[in-house]
Nanobody, 122 residues
Framework: QVRLVESGGGSVQAGGSLRLSCVVSGRIFAFYTMSWYRQAPAKEREFVASLSWSGGTTSYRDSVKGRFTVSRDTAKNTVYLQMNSLKPEDTAIYYC???????????????WGQGTQVTVSS
């Protein structure tokens, strides 16, 4: 059983910073891509950032480029999202997603965390 647990959310004022963490545990054969998504009230879930586990290649949505940084600690099976210069429009529940295989015979599957709330006040 694979489990993703996010932490680090909270309430900050505009211009502030938060660092989200996502710890992946369970039976893991190989990681491929770790991603962060967010969902604001009454809006669809949207992509925020991703990172290839092996090479560290990153990708960001345009609105967070230059403000957010995704990184990983391979020894801890943990991915981070450093969020700086936060804006009220960044307010959402942030979800971590892991594209991985649990065994050599298994297919790649996306696993999701339960989300962590980020609230940015003006």
């Amino acid at each position: 059983q694979v489990r993703l647990v996010e932490s680090g959310g909270g309430s900050v004022q505009a211009g502030g910073s938060l660092r989200l963490s996502c710890v992946v545990s369970g039976r893991i054969f190989a990681f491929y891509t770790m991603s962060w998504y967010r969902q604001a009230p009454a809006k669809e879930r949207e992509f925020v950032a991703s990172l290839s586990w092996s090479g560290g290649t990153t990708s960001y949505r345009d609105s967070v480029k230059g403000r957010f940084t995704v990184s990983r600690d391979t020894a801890k099976n943990t991915v981070y999202l450093q969020m700086n210069s936060l804006k009220p429009e960044d307010t959402a529940i942030y979800y971590c997603a892991a594209d991985l295989r649990t065994s050599i015979r298994s297919a790649r599957v996306d696993y999701w965390g339960q989300g962590t709330q980020v609230t940015v006040s003006s």
